[in-house]
Structures are given as C-alpha cells and as structure tokens.
C-alpha cells in the first residue's frame, strides 16, 4: 500500500524506513500537501501530513478523487485538517494524540530558564570577551506563580516539573484534571485570575475558536508588568501584532515562542539567502528579550519514535480496514 509523507524532513525518512518494516510503500515529499503537490497522492492509500500542510476541503476534494483512504497526521495538532469535510468525503483521519508530553514540557521550562537567566546574552557577552555581570541580573523560579494554559498530558508534566523548583502554580482549563491539583499542588481558576496573578505564562492549549487570539491587547492588559509567557502550543493562540506592542511598553518582559501564527511557509525551511517577506516576524526578532525556536519542541528521538509508532498502528488498522483508536 503506497503512502505519501508530505513534508518529509531527514529525521522523518530516517524514522520511518528504520521502523516501517516494509508493511507500507513510502513516498518521501519534501514540499507541504496543497493544491499544488497534492497530485502526488494519486492512487495513494493514504497521506502523512504533519502541522503545516494543507488539508482543507478543497485539497481533501482532490484526494477523496484520487482514491485515498486515509490522512495519519504525525502531531497531535490537527487544526490545519478540515475534519468535518474529511468525514463527508469518507476520508479517515487520525493524529498523535500522545507522542511525548515530556519533549514539550522540557523545551518550555528550557525556554523558561533561558529567559530567566540571561543565557542567550550570557554566553554572546563571553565570546566577544565581554565579562561584565551588570546587564545579566535574573530570577529565579522558586515561589514564582506560573499559569498554565491548557492543561492536557503535556501541560500536567510541566506542573510536574515546575512544581519540583518550588513554584506556585494555577492554570485554566475547560476540563480540570484534579490528579495534577493533588500531586502538584495545581489550582483552577478562570482565565482572567490567571492572566492577572501569574508571573510567568505558559500555553499548551490547542488552537480552535475558543483560542484564536486568546493572547491579545486586552488580555496583555490585564496582566503583570513584566511577565513571562512562553508559547509552545499554537501559534495563532498569541495575536503577534499585540504581543509586539506589549514588548515595546514593558509589559511583556520576556516572550518566548516555538510556533508563530504565520509561520507556515517559514518554519522548516532554509530562508538564509531570501530577502525577510513577514514585516511582522522581522520586528519580533529584533527584541533581544524574545526567544524564538522555529517548531522544534518536539524535536527529540524519544517523541519522534513516538510519532512513527502510532502513526504506523493508525495506517495498519486503516490497512485491516478497521478504525484507529486516534481518529478525530
């Protein structure tokens, strides 16, 4: 059975040819599925897509036509899939909804850090030989409040972690798990509560009407001066246009970013010898207190194996023609 991995990085083709097992007929596509390379999917079984390919209704249309059975998304985010119209046109679909929580909860509270203490500038300041302490002055974690927003498997373990450095920690969530209030000492609240009593703010919520811009002029407002807020969840949660104009007045004393809400086009690929077209990402990269890694939270051979092995159950049981226990 022909399978078509759009997006395919090295780490992905290395992966998936090392645990495939020769069950499955891999097609390795460096570009992003859209309508213009979705032509690759013809007589295809199915398609692998990961967070930044295209899987609206016109582009699922073209696949339902094309005969495929299946779309196995390597992430647990799905928002870039039209779910709905893949059900009227019989296309299954599936994510990764658990690949490894803790590759998400660690590169967050490493960006959390990293802020916190200077270490960008640090290690800059040394290798031009500059060893003035002055500009570098942190703080520290223990008995800081930290808000969580989204509090799934992966926003659980950062309570884990965090909770081990002695913070205060609140967060909100629509559906409160009670397990991490018992053994992190988490406590609920409303989101407004959240956003005004947190010093440091960390979004692991999915993007969806609800969280579209949750992140904004309003919400900055309400906030304190200086806060932290590190986003590894989902680009749109955050309205960039906003969070620049609380940078440039104090608010936001330091930002740190994974995903950026246009960064589809941009993020996985090298841009080094192109002249900057986004006017909006360009100014945020000009804040020496903002802290981008282009979508590589993930990143880590544990949540890579992750992401091949459930993958590869979604497509066997789609091969058996029975249902995956993933399927959205």
């Given at each position: 059975?022909?399978?078509?991995?759009?997006?395919?990085?090295?780490?992905?083709?290395?992966?998936?040819?090392?645990?495939?097992?020769?069950?499955?007929?891999?097609?390795?596509?460096?570009?992003?599925?859209?309508?213009?390379?979705?032509?690759?999917?013809?007589?295809?079984?199915?398609?692998?897509?990961?967070?930044?390919?295209?899987?609206?209704?016109?582009?699922?249309?073209?696949?339902?036509?094309?005969?495929?059975?299946?779309?196995?998304?390597?992430?647990?985010?799905?928002?870039?899939?039209?779910?709905?119209?893949?059900?009227?046109?019989?296309?299954?679909?599936?994510?990764?909804?658990?690949?490894?929580?803790?590759?998400?909860?660690?590169?967050?509270?490493?960006?959390?850090?990293?802020?916190?203490?200077?270490i960008i500038q640090a290690d800059r300041r040394v290798k031009d030989y500059n060893f003035i302490l002055d500009p570098l002055v942190g703080f520290n974690l223990h008995k800081k409040t930290v808000g969580i927003?989204?509090?799934?498997?992966?926003?659980?373990?950062?309570?884990?972690?965090?909770?081990?450095?002695?913070?205060?920690?609140?967060?909100?969530?629509?559906?409160?798990?009670?397990?991490?209030?018992?053994?992190?000492?988490?406590?609920?609240?409303?989101?407004?509560?959240?956003?005004?009593?947190?010093?440091?703010?960390?979004?692991?919520?999915?993007?969806?009407?609800?969280?579209?811009?949750?992140?904004?002029?309003?919400?900055?407002?309400?906030?304190?001066?200086?806060?932290?807020?590190?986003?590894?969840?989902?680009?749109?949660?955050?309205?960039?246009?906003?969070?620049?104009?609380?940078?440039?007045?104090?608010?936001?004393?330091?930002?740190?970013?994974?995903?950026?809400?246009?960064?589809?086009?941009?993020?996985?690929?090298?841009?080094?010898?192109?002249?900057?077209?986004?006017?909006?990402?360009?100014?945020?990269?000009?804040?020496?207190?903002?802290?981008?890694?282009?979508?590589?939270?993930?990143?880590?051979?544990?949540?890579?194996?992750?992401?091949?092995?459930?993958?590869?159950?979604?497509?066997?049981?789609?091969?058996?023609?029975?249902?995956?226990?993933?399927?959205?």
């Amino acid at each position: 059975m022909k399978v078509i991995i759009y997006n395919t990085k090295t780490y992905d083709r290395h992966y998936f040819e090392k645990y495939a097992h020769g069950q499955f007929e891999f097609q390795f596509i460096d570009e992003s599925l859209s309508l213009d390379t979705v032509h690759f999917a013809e007589d295809a079984f199915a398609v692998c897509i990961f967070v930044n390919d295209d899987a609206s209704a016109p582009v699922l249309e073209k696949l339902a036509a094309y005969g495929v059975k299946g779309i196995a998304i390597r992430a647990a985010g799905h928002d870039q899939t039209d779910s709905e119209a893949a059900r009227r046109l019989g296309i299954r679909v599936a994510n990764v909804p658990a690949y490894s929580p803790h590759a998400i909860a660690e590169h967050t509270v490493a960006m959390i850090l990293t802020m916190a203490r200077n270490i960008i500038q640090a290690d800059r300041r040394v290798k031009d030989y500059n060893f003035i302490l002055d500009p570098l002055v942190g703080f520290n974690l223990h008995k800081k409040t930290v808000g969580i927003i989204g509090i799934g498997k992966i926003g659980g373990t950062t309570a884990k972690i965090l909770n081990g450095f002695g913070c205060n920690l609140i967060g909100f969530d629509p559906e409160p798990n009670n397990e991490y209030s018992e053994k992190y000492g988490l406590v609920y609240h409303p989101l407004d509560f959240v956003f005004s009593n947190s010093d440091i703010i960390v979004i692991h919520a999915p993007l969806n009407a609800h969280t579209k811009y949750m992140f904004n002029a309003e919400s900055f407002s309400k906030m304190k001066d200086g806060v932290l807020i590190v986003n590894t969840g989902r680009g749109g949660i955050i309205n960039t246009k906003d969070a620049i104009e609380a940078l440039k007045s104090g608010k936001i004393g330091h930002l740190g970013i994974d995903v950026y809400e246009n960064e589809k086009g941009l993020f996985f690929t090298d841009k080094t010898t192109t002249i900057p077209q986004d006017d909006l990402f360009a100014r945020l990269l000009t804040f020496k207190n903002v802290l981008v890694t282009g979508h590589m939270a993930f990143l880590t051979s544990n949540a890579i194996t992750g992401i091949v092995d459930t993958t590869m159950a979604n497509l066997d049981a789609w091969s058996k023609n029975e249902n995956s226990v993933n399927e959205l």
